[in-house]
């Protein structure tokens, strides 16, 4: 029985072998390495090069922008006379003209400044365009019009760092000259009108269509009770609606007579007198002063400006040599690209 039992254990476990042996895992294949194809590189296709108006100095001036201020200036020539006109055609042959020296001066002003080692912030310029739109009643307002000149945020700021650039550069040369005391004494002399104050009238005016009730008015306020007038501040002569001779012959408190006029009838009452007087020369000396030193500073800006556009290389496309005046015809011209 124990050798029966023994055989049939050895039988089991030889039948067990290939059992185990299907078992194992396969062998894994070498998986085959992914060939590299190098790729051909793509060749950036070439820039379209830019249509130009102008060189100045090797700067160029697009025609694209060039166009731009073109086709605003038209359109507001056309909101006031037909294009078909000769008179129109001449305005916008000059205005094309004059567009072209702005943009020509400006990057002149530009490359100059530069040479200055002038230059404007950001913040700056940013500030200087929320001071123009608080000129307007809204946002839109202020984009609308911007458009309808043709304008960018981006051409205000280009004309805004103009502005200020030529600021700077006045500035720079009315500190390089000073003003005596004779050409300040001078210049109030001869301006001496500038400095005196016309007499002037604070008034109350009443203004009815009807002469009956006017007089009934006036009546009643020269009677005692109070005058019915409206409040029109200082005035001096000649601002008035009528004729104001005998107005300013009256004294503080008194009553005109009934004037007649455009929109109806008048009466006036004197609330207050103040005198023609001269301002003191002493009062204003500070002010002619500062005010000569900024008026030379600008007359040296513009004699250098002068010289640097007489040495600059300007180079105008074919398609705009025509318009500049002969002042400049001189300079060399070249065919569009």
């Known amino acids: 029985m124990k050798n029966r039992l023994l055989l049939i254990i050895a039988v089991i476990l030889i039948a067990s072998i290939p059992v185990l042996?299907?078992?194992?895992?396969?062998?894994?294949?070498?998986?085959?390495?992914?060939?590299?194809?190098?790729?051909?590189?793509?060749?950036?296709?070439?820039?379209?090069?830019?249509?130009?108006?102008a060189k100045v100095n090797g700067d160029i001036i697009s025609m694209e922008l060039f166009n731009k201020r073109i086709e605003a200036a038209i359109k507001e020539i056309s909101k006031k006379t037909s294009l078909e006109t000769a008179e129109a055609q001449g305005i916008i042959k000059e205005t094309r003209k004059s567009i072209l020296e702005q943009m020509i001066e400006a990057v002149i002003l530009l490359q100059w400044a530069d040479r200055e080692g002038l230059e404007v912030s950001d913040k700056t310029i940013k500030a200087r365009i929320a001071q123009i739109?608080?000129?307007?009643?809204?946002?839109?307002?202020?984009?609308?019009?911007?458009?309808e000149q043709g304008m960018t945020i981006a051409d205000l700021e280009r004309d805004?760092?103009?502005?200020?650039?030529?600021?700077?550069?006045?500035?720079?040369?009315?500190?390089?000259?000073?003003?005596?005391?004779?050409?300040?004494?001078?210049?109030?002399?001869?301006?001496?009108?500038?400095?005196?104050?016309?007499?002037?009238?604070?008034?109350?005016q009443l203004m009815m269509k009807d002469f009956a009730d006017i007089q009934t008015e006036r009546l009643k306020a020269t009677s005692g009770q109070s005058f019915n007038g409206e409040d029109i501040g200082l005035v001096e002569k000649?601002?008035?609606?009528?004729?104001?001779?005998?107005?300013?012959?009256?004294?503080p408190g008194q009553l005109s007579e009934i004037l007649s006029g455009e929109a109806g009838y008048y009466v006036f009452k004197v609330v207050e007198k103040l005198p023609a007087r001269e301002t003191k020369f002493n009062d204003v000396k500070d002010g002619i002063r500062m005010f000569l030193l900024k008026e030379k500073g600008r007359t040296q800006y513009t004699k250098d400006l002068n010289a640097e556009k007489a040495n600059a290389k300007i180079i105008l496309n074919e398609k705009v040599s025509g318009l500049f005046y002969p002042a400049v015809t001189s300079q060399e011209a070249e065919p569009r690209p």
Not at 172 to 185: F, G, L, P
């Open 21 to 53: 042996a299907a078992a194992k895992p396969a062998p894994k294949k070498a998986t085959p390495k992914p060939k590299i194809v190098a790729k051909k590189a793509v060749k950036p296709a070439p820039k379209k090069p830019v249509e130009w108006a």
């Open 238 to 251: 000649g601002q008035l609606p009528v004729p104001d001779d005998t107005i300013f012959a009256l004294n």
């Open 160 to 204: 805004i760092k103009k502005q200020i650039l030529i600021e700077k550069l006045i500035d720079m040369r009315s500190k390089a000259v000073a003003a005596s005391d004779e050409e300040i004494k001078a210049f109030y002399d001869k301006n001496i009108d500038l400095y005196l104050q016309k007499e002037k009238l604070h008034l109350s």
């Open 133 to 147: 739109k608080r000129s307007f009643p809204t946002a839109h307002e202020f984009h609308k019009s911007l458009a």
